[in-house]
């Protein structure tokens, strides 16, 4: 279930398998200019139906990435032929939405898709993986139609004209890619029945396959260690709390520690949320979800750098054994907490999380993932992860990986104003302050937690990491696995050697 939605392969521009391809052939061309070989192959073989299209008006209001499509095209057996606007240098965005556009329209019988080596086939990969994801194996299939992971869509071959070194490597660099997005895609969607705390644990510790050194710990141990914030979180539920953590060592020295919110269902607890949009809930194990899918990019892609990856998995319920308002908890840190509303659970969770990871690791730098507030929807709506931090070096190139992989992000402020709203009289601070600046008195919270010498970035990613409506690379509803892109691409440039 890890699996790639298709499978993508290299083939050279050659006109008798185009002239034999039964499924759709999609030329990515520039608005105007001459056709390479292929491509004046198809027009010749089609009467001149590709010169036709690019002198008409459909042609002329695509964007680049958008196409035109010409159904049962005389002279080949093709379903379809799909021209596709594609500058001759496209940009990262141009060419994903490119694949994109192609894989929108993808059957059974898959695609050859002919394009020059210079427009980033390895992009337009990544646009058809990400756009053709859907989650659907709890869909029966209509009678006589293959299931949705069995049956679906592809193949696909990138027939490359022109100097194509290179494109392998990075057709295969962009398939680990894809494959973390698929792999926090499937945790996100996952309805919570499903994915317990232990199931999650479970998905995990297969990335033992990969070379990914994995560690359950279990609530005997985490009450050892004193992590009493996220086990009261978890004690109302029937599913045991843990912490996972993952640790890829493709370099020595002190990693980079990813830390992730793992609430595998948030009901509020005794703070019980209404019943409008609860379902919603099954998605707050996000920022664990993204962190693992992570982890498994840097395996695939085996990346020479040291990253940890630290998820704290526990399940938001309310019953007889459940955490109160006004009850007292001491962190792992040795702070004390009032816990005022038991629905401002995720920052309890990260703050054991967060301690633990610093005082295991020594980070060189920890970043954490959470959806933590509504009030980061009420700021930025689904465009842009709010983005907090100690550290303005590590903020930059977190907001620069982010906008080079067209993932939203914005960075919010921190300030000692807003850590004075979490007085407490009983506890050395509560955990629920109310509605103004949500998003940053959590995390003010978070920062009680992290040490002034550890370069820390926090990331709420409540509004972003599900898709509401239209998405230009994730299908239209569920899990984005907003971040994979953005931290893989963090890694490489900041933190491998
Ligand atoms: N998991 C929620 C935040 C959330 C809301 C995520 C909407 C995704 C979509 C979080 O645990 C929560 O309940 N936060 C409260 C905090 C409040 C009680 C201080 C919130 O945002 O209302
Ligand atoms: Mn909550
Ligand atoms: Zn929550």
Redesign the pocket.
């Known amino acids: 279930m890890t699996d790639l939605p298709l499978e993508i392969t290299l083939g050279v521009a050659d006109a008798d398998a185009l002239g034999r391809a039964v499924g759709r052939v999609a030329l990515l061309l520039p608005a105007e200019g001459a056709l390479g070989a292929a491509a004046a192959g198809i027009d010749a073989a089609t009467g001149g139906a590709v010169a036709r299209v690019r002198a008409g008006s459909a042609w002329a209001k695509a964007k680049a990435g958008e196409g035109v499509e010409v159904p049962a095209p005389a002279g080949l057996q093709a379903e379809v032929l799909h021209l596709v606007k594609l500058p001759a240098e496209p940009t990262l965005a141009e060419a994903r939405k490119a694949g994109a556009t192609i894989a929108r329209g993808l059957g059974a019988a898959g695609a050859e898709v002919v394009m020059d080596a210079g427009q980033r086939p390895a992009d337009v990969a990544t646009g058809l993986w990400l756009r053709a994801y859907s989650f659907d194996r709890y869909k029966t299939p209509p009678e006589g139609e293959a299931g949705g992971e069995a049956g679906g869509k592809g193949p696909v071959t990138l027939r490359l004209e022109g100097d194509a070194t290179g494109a392998q490597a990075a057709l295969d660099r962009a398939r680990a890619v894809a494959g973390g997005v698929t792999f926090t895609r499937n945790l996100v969607n996952e309805p919570a029945n499903v994915l317990t705390t232990t199931d999650f644990a479970r998905r995990l510790s297969d990335l033992r396959e990969l070379g990914v050194t994995v560690q359950v710990i279990e609530e005997e141990e985490l009450a050892r260690l004193g992590m009493r914030a996220l086990l009261g979180v978890g004690q109302g539920s029937a599913s045991p709390s843990k912490v996972v953590v993952m640790e890829w060592k493709g370099a020595m020295g002190a990693p980079l520690a990813l830390v992730g919110k793992g609430?595998c269902f948030?009901t509020?607890g005794i703070?019980l949320?209404p019943a409008e949009g609860m379902e919603?809930?099954t998605?707050?194990m996000g920022g664990a979800g993204t962190v693992a899918g992570v982890m498994r990019t840097l395996a695939l892609r085996k990346a020479k750098a040291h990253v940890v990856g630290l998820v704290g998995l526990v399940e938001?319920m309310p019953d007889g054994m459940a955490q109160r308002p006004g009850d007292v908890v001491r962190s792992m840190k040795g702070d004390t907490i009032e816990v005022i509303?038991t629905?401002?659970?995720?920052r309890l969770v990260l703050a054991d999380v967060l301690w633990y990871a610093q005082d295991r690791f020594a980070p060189a730098a920890m970043i954490d993932l959470a959806?933590?507030?509504?009030?980061v929807?009420v700021a930025l709506g689904h465009e842009n992860a709010g983005i907090f931090a100690n550290d303005d070096a590590l903020a930059t190139q977190l907001l620069a990986a982010a906008g080079a992989e067209g993932e939203g992000a914005w960075r919010l402020p921190l300030s000692p104003a807003y850590d004075a709203m979490l007085k407490s009289h009983v506890a050395d601070m509560r955990n629920?302050?109310?509605r103004p600046a949500?998003s940053i008195t959590?995390a003010q919270f978070l920062k009680r937690f992290v040490k002034d010498a550890t370069p820390w970035v926090h990331i709420d990613i409540?509004?972003v990491?599900t898709a509401t409506g239209d998405h230009p690379y994730a299908a239209s509803k569920g899990a984005t696995g907003w971040g994979v892109m953005t931290l893989d691409r963090l890694v490489a440039h900041q933190f491998e050697r």
Not at 343 to 346: F, L, P, S
Not at 371 to 375: E, I, Q, S, Y
């Open positions: 609430v948030d509020g703070s949320k919603a809930m998605m707050d938001n509303n629905d401002a659970e995720g959806t933590l507030t509504g009030a929807i629920s302050v109310g949500g959590a409540a509004g990491a």
